[in-house]
Every structure is written in structure tokens, then in C-alpha cells.
């Protein structure tokens, strides 16, 4: 890149200089042969009243021209007088071969008056021969200096590319020098550094998720493992058999929960969710969860309370995804209100509001309730790995809605899911 601003810089500056040199030569030649048509013009003048005068007191053709040679010997060097009528002629003429001509009429006579442009074609050349042995010169230092000065405005360029090449996987916490000129390439780098910073992020947030994920598997996994080696270590009644094989099926099936719930969120990252939209009563799917939990919520006496409005609310939705949406928000809702307590379930214009009036969420756990494997309070988790809001967001994601929450500590929370964004004609 040097190289070529280098280059370039040459190659505009020859052609300015080229340009600038061609048009003061002719501005120079112009201004010069201007002076000496002047002074043609002058001579001319001066002749013609001078022979005027001389035909007046002259009565010989001879003594007039010995009278206008001698005039014509006060003129400049290499001057020449072309004088031509119908009966008198005179000539007086130089030596010099270049000459600038000016011929004009008076009376009957035809005068030609000249001068030598060797001076004028002299200091042309010398002028000529200045630009173009000072110009490579001059192009030479220009490009010298622009040399330098590339050099020096791509100085920044080197460090951000030298830094650039330091920053890896394990060192993502650094970040570019910022140049302190406030041009493009401090723009350019602030860019690169907020670039980085959400690598930072999202290299952290999956490092984070592959432990969490890890650490989910893991009580699984050795669950299993301990209940076969247990159940291997001697013979054992069938019916010992059985329960272990019970337990392992349980552990299996929690582990394939936490699979299905994993592959959902990541097709829903990469936008490949297999989610097709058709028309549906979201109603419809409201009641069909109120029914299916009902049956979890009478075991601790707590009363799911729909208010559900007249009209049906059709959009175009997926249905076994929405029922998974309401199924993690009625299920949370019950899971924590306390024995006795009530569940509220509003509907209204396509929106829905799950209220419980349990213990709450704190201000401080509010912000990460959505995020992968968080659980506000592990010891309440009853066997979750922190997936279902993450899923439930999601899924209102995938469908063009927004999901809000607001929780007063000790009074409870509440989820609202708009999806009238996604409301269609139907």
C-alpha cells in the first residue's frame, strides 16, 4: 500500500507539474511575442510619420533613401523595413534568419516591419530546459517525502495489524491501539474493538454454556454409572434389578429432556428451528395446558384460575411449540406458589398473562432469569437445569412476539406473552 500511494502520488504529481510547466511555457511565449508585435507596431508607426515627413522636405528618391537608412540604423539589431508603392521602394535588411513579421498599408505603400525572435525563442528554450531538468528533481524529493509521510500515516495500520496478530482464542480480552487522530482508522478500530468485545462475549457465553451443559450431564451420567456398578457387584433379587433399571431409565429420560431442550435452542440460534406455521385457536392450546396441569396443581391444592376472553384467538403459530410455551410458564407459576395458593391465566387480544403470587424474583436475578442453565434459587429447582424460560423466549421469538416479566419479591411474578405481532387474518 505504501508503494502504490507512493506510485500514485509520482504519477499525479508528474502530471501536475507536466500541466502546470506547459501552461506557463505558453503563457510565456504568448506574453512575449505580444511585447514584440508591440513593438513592431511601434517601429511600423514611427516609420511611416518619418517618411511622411521626409517625402515633404525631400525632392530625390536617393536622398530620401539615404535619409530613411539612416533612421533605420537607430532601430534595434536585426531589425528589417519592407517598403513597397507604386514609385518608390526600400529595403533594409538583417542578417538574422528568425524574424516576427508585422506588415501593414498606408497611402499606397505596402510596409513589412520585422524583428528577430532568436531572444524570444532563446529565453523560451532556456525556460523549457529549466522545467525539465528541475522537475525530476522536484518529483524525485516530492516522492521522497511522500515515502515518508506514507510511511508515517500507515504507522497505525502496522500496529493495529501487528496487535491484531498477538489476539487469539486464549487472549480475546485484548484489544486493538486506538489511534488518537480521530480519523477513518480510529473509527475503523473502534469498530474492530466493539467487534471483539462481542467475540469476547459470545466465546465466553458458549464456554459457559458447554460447562453448564457439562455440569448437567454429569449428575446424569453418574447416576447411572453408579447404580449399574452397584447393581453388578453381586446377584440380586429381580426385583433389585428392576429398580435399578427403573432409576437408570429415569436418569436416561431426564438426560434426554436436557437433549431435546439443548438441540432446540441451538437450531433456534442458527434460525434452522423446524417450527412451520399454520392457523390455530391460541385459546384452544391455553385451555388444553390448563387441563393437563390441573392435575399437578390439585396435588398441593393450588387453583389455576383462567380468564379467558369470548372471542377465539386465531394467529399462525406452531402449536406443539406455543403448548411447550405455556406448559414451562404454567409449570413454573405452580411450581412456585405455595400450598393453597392461586395461578392466574388472563387472555386477552392475543395476549397472554400467567400471574403467580409466590415468593417472587429479586431484582437482581430478574435481568438473567432468560439465560441458559441460571436458576434464581437452586435449591427450589426440583430437578430443572434452568432451560425453560430460555426455551419459552425462544419460542415467542420464533413466532414474532415478546415475552415480559415483572416480579415483586414476596408477592410474585408475572409473565405476559404477546403474540399480536404475529396475528393474522385467518
Request: aromatic share 8%; glycine share 6%.
Amino acid at each position: 500500500m505504501r508503494f502504490r500511494l507512493t506510485a500514485w502520488y509520482a504519477v499525479i504529481l508528474t502530471a501536475g507539474l507536466a500541466l502546470f510547466g506547459g501552461l506557463i511555457w505558453l503563457s510565456l511565449r504568448q506574453r512575449l511575442m505580444e511585447e514584440v508585435d508591440e513593438d513592431l507596431a511601434g517601429q511600423a508607426s514611427r516609420f511611416e510619420k518619418y517618411f511622411r515627413t521626409e517625402t515633404i522636405e525631400t525632392t530625390s528618391d536617393k536622398q530620401l533613401r539615404a535619409e530613411l537608412n539612416e533612421f533605420c540604423q537607430a532601430l534595434p539589431p536585426h531589425s528589417y523595413i519592407d517598403l513597397q508603392g507604386p514609385a518608390f521602394a526600400f529595403r533594409y535588411t538583417s542578417a538574422s534568419r528568425d524574424l516576427r513579421m508585422l506588415r501593414r498599408k498606408f497611402d499606397s505603400f505596402d510596409l513589412a516591419v520585422g524583428t528577430s525572435s532568436e531572444a524570444v525563442q532563446h529565453t523560451l528554450n532556456l525556460v523549457l530546459f529549466l522545467l525539465l531538468s528541475l522537475s525530476p528533481i522536484v518529483i524525485a524529493i516530492a516522492c521522497a517525502g511522500g515515502w515518508w509521510l506514507s510511511g508515517r500515516a500507515l504507522k497505525p495500520v502496522n500496529d493495529i495489524t501487528a496487535a491484531a496478530l498477538n489476539i487469539s482464542i486464549e487472549n480475546l480480552s485484548e484489544r486493538l491501539p486506538v489511534p488518537k487522530t480521530g480519523d477513518e482508522l480510529a473509527r475503523l478500530t473502534n469498530v474492530l474493538n466493539t467487534m471483539l468485545d462481542r467475540l469476547e462475549s459470545a466465546v465466553k457465553t458458549l464456554s459457559q454454556f458447554v460447562a453448564d451443559a457439562s455440569h448437567e450431564f454429569r449428575t446424569p451420567l453418574a447416576v447411572i454409572r453408579a447404580t449399574a456398578e452397584l447393581a453388578l457387584r453381586r446377584a440380586r433379587e429381580p426385583g433389585a434389578y428392576r429398580e435399578s433399571l427403573q432409576e437408570i431409565a429415569a436418569e436416561a429420560e431426564r438426560m434426554t429432556v436436557l437433549v431435546e431442550d439443548l438441540l432446540i435452542l441451538a437450531r433456534s440460534d442458527t434460525g434452522v428451528a423446524d417450527m412451520p406455521l399454520s392457523p390455530l385457536d391460541l385459546q384452544e392450546v391455553l385451555q388444553d395446558v390448563i387441563s393437563e396441569m390441573r392435575s399437578l396443581a390439585e396435588v398441593r391444592r393450588i387453583h389455576i384460575k383462567p380468564v379467558l376472553g369470548d372471542h377465539n384467538g386465531m394467529i399462525s403459530g406452531n402449536r406443539p411449540a406455543l403448548h411447550r410455551l405455556f406448559l414451562v410458564l404454567l409449570d413454573n407459576a405452580v411450581k412456585y406458589s405455595p400450598d393453597g395458593g392461586d395461578v392466574m391465566v388472563t387472555f386477552a387480544n392475543n395476549s397472554v398473562e400467567i400471574k403467580d403470587f409466590g415468593a417472587g424474583i429479586s431484582e437482581m436475578d430478574l435481568p438473567h432469569i432468560f439465560k441458559r442453565f441460571y436458576q434464581a434459587d437452586r435449591s427450589r429447582s426440583q430437578g430443572g437445569y434452568g432451560l425453560g424460560l430460555s426455551l419459552a423466549e425462544s419460542i415467542v421469538k420464533a413466532h414474532g412476539g415478546s415475552i415480559r416479566v415483572s416480579s415483586t419479591p414476596g408477592a410474585g411474578s408475572s409473565f405476559l406473552i404477546d403474540l399480536k405481532t404475529s396475528n393474522s387474518a385467518l
